[in-house]
């Protein structure tokens, strides 16, 4: 079956324009997950949802990043005013539920701010 | 606070080899553990899922053990190929809500 997916897989984008990024999780999972992987951070958690809500928001570097997910299946993760710091990999990754099931990643989208 | 390190950063071995890479945390109230791989320019790929209540679990030539009192897992690659030069992580949740701390990775080059 088909595994989660992300887009654009490359994004260039000028200093203070907004960004969205998309993830579409496996069929019928549950959780999503966004993760962030920056050289010298490592991989660092920045939100999931349960469905449609977002129990955890606690990863968000700041006010100018927001994410929702719609229907249960497809999230976007928005970055507002982006600053050359948020160039990074971001990384979603979806499981059947929370706590016990393995998480599956996307190929993760490569966002250069410039 | 949960807190994942991988050791070593960086390992390089011939073909054939067995290895043996190491991963700790020191919060020992985990779900389960998870080791994944990660091609350069790639997402991870999920290798082995240990739940709390496992000791090890086996996939091919890859064998992953977890210690939950000792704060210590290890994954251990029989035979290596060049193919298997990666970079490999590994990831506990935190509490029970699946988002995971990952460690920094250990680099292995296998060298033909």
């Known amino acids: 079956g088909a595994g989660v997916s992300q887009s654009p897989s490359n994004k260039v984008t000028e200093k203070g324009k907004d960004v969205e990024l998309r993830c579409d999780p496996i069929s019928g999972h549950t959780a999503l997950y966004w993760y962030r992987q920056s050289l010298g951070q490592g991989l660092e958690f920045l939100i999931y949802?349960?469905?449609?809500?977002?129990?955890?928001k606690s990863g968000l570097p700041s006010d100018r990043f927001s994410a929702e997910r719609t229907g249960g299946s497809v999230s976007t993760l928005t970055i507002q005013r982006t600053q050359q710091e948020d160039s990074a990999v971001y990384l979603c990754?979806?499981?059947?539920?929370?706590?016990?099931?393995?998480?599956?990643f996307g190929p993760g989208t490569r966002l250069t701010v410039t | 606070k949960q807190e994942v390190t991988q050791i070593p950063a960086a390992l390089s071995v011939p073909e054939g080899e067995n290895l043996v890479l190491n991963c700790s945390f020191t919060d020992s109230a985990i779900y389960n553990l998870q080791w994944f791989r990660q091609d350069p320019g790639k997402g991870l790929t999920s290798l082995l899922l240990?739940?709390?209540?496992?000791r090890e679990q086996t996939s091919g030539r890859l064998n992953a053990s977890l210690d939950k009192s000792s704060g210590r897992s290890t994954l251990y690659i029989a035979a290596s190929q060049p193919g298997d030069s990666a970079t490999y992580l590994c990831a506990v949740p935190s509490g029970n809500t699946g988002k995971l701390i990952f460690g920094q990775g250990t680099t292995l080059q296998v060298k033909p």
């Open positions: 240990i739940q709390s209540s496992q």
């Open positions: 990754a979806s499981s059947l539920d929370v706590s016990s099931y393995e998480q599956y």
């Open positions: 949802f349960q469905g449609n809500s977002a129990p955890d």
